[in-house]
């Protein structure tokens, strides 16, 4: 098979004949560039080489090459016998030794001509863009500029490969979740509370988990909290329910993750984890607030815990598909047992029978849910139970008045 021809376009396409460190001598390139000055071509024999291809004026090659440092500080560390090599699309020199001040590994010195034909020579259609050279001539089809950040260090080897366990362990660990395995990272084996207690992971084993992903900066999230928070103090009360919240932080920086989490009642990763990223990747989490119900056998109940918390509060717990049923059977019977419409005394137009998520009652002031009487003519609710109707008695004296009234001029 071709690979080059069979690659997306969206990433540089391999090309696994090329021995960089001799087409760079046959480029009369005698040395490679690193913080520390130059270093020779020598160096990187019998390593595995990725070639980097990036600009300082390139915003999204700025906010990668963090993910790349954490990459190959991980993988040296690691011991693995890995260099990144920086070809550049920068414009001038300046511009170029600003890029490389952010980056520990090696580069090829500043020269626009030798770049640009690296860059025809790599087929480098857009960046950034990550070219591994592996030995064996397989890498992955797929973005590796997110396949990075994504997985990380994991990523390595970058084959397909590898591609493809990684995968196959998101997978499995969505449809087979283990607390442990999904909220440990890296010698940490808790989560914070609000008061920044640490609580051990393994106290969460055997209870119904919510995975909470939000961001303090969102006005939807902040709604939302109001809602959970409702009804995770409802089900604390309740000596036979075991639940717990988990937030999973989308926030920008650590001052709005403590805002956030100053206002939730539950605990939470700690900002600086990355098991964050990976729970958003693992359960496909494309927008928020979003919340993921895990159940005491640690398989998942919901991807929609948000609906449910949303729609019945408490009253879902523990979001089982046939507690919902019978929720929505008790509502609908609920229903039928009242009126369709009645008269109050408190109010002028006739109110309507309706259902809404969520109110509140004019007349007692409390929070509805569900069945409300409603006025078509202005915005007033009351809840069924709220409701005095007008008797007949009080429709003749009504009558009565309305006839004796002078006619108005």
Request: net charge negative; proline share 5%; glycine share 4%.
């Amino acid at each position: 098979m071709d690979i080059v021809s069979h690659v997306p376009h969206y990433e540089a396409k391999y090309i696994d004949d090329h021995d960089i460190m001799k087409i760079l001598a046959a480029e009369a390139v005698e040395f490679l560039l690193s913080s520390e000055g130059k270093v020779p071509l020598s160096s990187c024999n019998g390593k595995s080489i990725c070639l980097f291809f990036s600009a300082n004026w390139c915003r999204p090659c700025r906010a990668f090459i963090p993910h790349l440092v954490e990459l190959y500080d991980t993988l040296r560390k690691r011991g693995e016998s890995l260099e990144i090599i920086f070809i550049s699309f920068d414009r001038d020199e300046d511009g170029f030794n600003e890029h490389l001040k952010s980056m520990p590994w090696l580069a090829v010195p500043f020269d626009v001509n030798l770049h640009r034909r690296l860059i025809n020579r790599y087929r480098v259609d857009r960046i950034p863009s990550f070219i591994p050279l592996c030995s064996d001539g397989v890498t992955v089809e797929e973005d590796l500029i997110a396949c990075i950040e994504d997985y990380g260090a994991e990523a390595f080897p970058f084959t397909r490969k590898r591609r493809e366990e990684l995968k196959a362990i998101d997978k499995r660990k969505r449809e087979e979740v283990s607390l442990e395995e999904l909220l440990v990272h890296d010698g940490r084996n808790f989560l914070i509370s609000a008061d920044h207690k640490k609580v051990p992971v393994s106290e969460l084993v055997g209870k119904t988990i919510g995975l909470y992903f939000c961001a303090h900066w969102s006005p939807p999230c902040r709604a939302f909290t109001v809602q959970l928070t409702e009804a995770y103090n409802n089900l604390m009360t309740a000596k036979d329910r075991r639940f717990e919240t988990v937030l999973v932080s989308t926030d920008r920086d650590l001052m709005e993750f403590n805002m956030n989490l100053s206002t939730m009642p539950w605990l939470a990763i700690p900002y600086e984890d990355r098991t964050k990223h990976d729970l958003c990747r693992i359960f496909d989490i494309k927008g928020i607030p979003a919340l993921v119900l895990i159940g005491p056998d640690g398989k998942v109940i919901t991807m929609n815990g948000k609906f449910m918390v949303s729609s019945y509060g408490a009253e879902a717990y523990p979001f089982t598909e046939s507690r919902i049923k019978d929720l929505e059977a008790a509502l609908r019977k609920e229903g039928e047992a009242l009126p369709h419409q009645v008269e109050d005394v408190k109010h002028e137009h006739v109110l309507k029978l309706d259902m809404a998520k969520a109110y509140v009652c004019d007349f007692c002031k409390r929070q509805g849910r569900f069945w409300a009487f409603s006025c078509d003519v202005c915005d007033y609710d009351l809840h069924p139970s709220c409701v005095e109707k007008v008797s007949k008695d009080d429709c003749f004296l009504q009558n009565t008045i309305t006839a004796t009234l002078p006619p108005e001029i």
